[in-house]
C-alpha cells in the first residue's frame, strides 16, 4: 500500500522557514560581534582605565661621595710617578621635599709601592729608625733614608699627609702602640712620617 507523504508546499515551507531561521542567528551573532568591536575600541564597554601610577613626591636622595681634601704640596723626591691622587669631591643633590642624606664612600687603600715611608728615631737607642726601614721596605713600601728626630717623644707616632688616613692605618699595624696624627709641618718630606718614641720595642 503506497505511504502519504507530505505536500511539496509543506516540505517547501519547513525548508524556507529553516533558512530563515538560520540567517536571523547569524544575523544577531554580527549584530552583537559589531556592537562589541565597536564598544571595545571607543572604550565605552572595557573596565575603567586605570589611571597612570602617580609618581611620588619624595625624591631619593643621590649618593655621593664624602669630600675630602686634596692632599696638600708637597717637596717629595721625584721616584717614579706620584702616587698622590687628589680625591674627588662629589656634591650631593638636594631633593625638593625631602632632606638630603649623603652617604661616604672611602677611597681604597693604596698599594705599599705607592706610598712613601722616612722613619725617625727621638730615642738614644742608636739604629732603631734604620732597622723599621728595612722592615718597611721588604713590606713593600718606598722608604727614605732614615733620621733622627730633634726632640725625644714618649710615644711612637704616624704622622699622615692629608687623604693618607687609612695608609697611616696601616702602616700602624707593624709598629706597636703608634697613635695616628695628621702632618704637623709644612714641608713633609714624604706621605708619611714614623716617629720612634720611648714607647717602641721591636
Avoid: C
Avoid at 642624606?101 to 728615631?121: A, K
Avoid at 688616613?165 to 695616628?180: F, S, V
Amino acid at each position: 500500500m503506497p505511504g502519504r507523504h507530505a505536500s511539496p508546499d509543506r516540505r517547501r515551507f519547513r525548508r524556507d522557514l529553516t533558512r530563515l531561521i538560520v540567517l536571523a542567528l547569524v544575523a544577531v551573532i554580527v549584530v552583537v560581534g559589531l556592537v562589541f568591536a565597536v564598544r571595545l575600541f571607543t572604550g565605552g564597554g572595557g573596565p575603567a582605565s586605570e589611571p597612570a601610577p602617580v609618581a611620588s613626591d619624595t625624591t631619593t636622595p643621590s649618593t655621593a661621595a664624602a669630600p675630602a681634601s686634596a692632599p696638600s704640596t708637597t717637596t717629595l723626591p721625584a721616584e717614579g710617578t706620584s702616587s698622590t691622587s687628589p680625591a674627588t669631591t662629589v656634591e650631593a643633590a638636594r631633593p625638593t621635599t625631602t632632606t638630603a642624606v649623603t652617604l661616604s664612600s672611602l677611597p681604597p687603600v693604596r698599594e705599599p709601592g705607592q706610598i712613601i715611608v722616612i722613619v725617625l728615631n727621638s730615642t738614644r737607642v742608636a739604629g732603631l729608625a734604620g732597622r723599621l726601614t728595612d722592615r718597611l721596605s721588604e713590606l713593600g713600601y718606598r722608604t727614605e733614608p732614615p733620621d733622627n728626630h730633634p726632640t725625644e717623644i714618649a710615644a711612637t707616632v704616624v704622622w699622615h699627609l692629608e687623604g693618607f688616613e687609612q695608609e697611616a692605618e696601616a702602616l700602624a699595624k707593624e709598629i706597636p702602640d703608634a697613635d695616628i696624627e695628621p702632618f704637623p709641618g709644612d714641608a713633609p718630606r714624604a706621605h708619611l712620617t714614623v716617629v720612634l718614641g720611648a714607647s717602641y720595642s721591636e
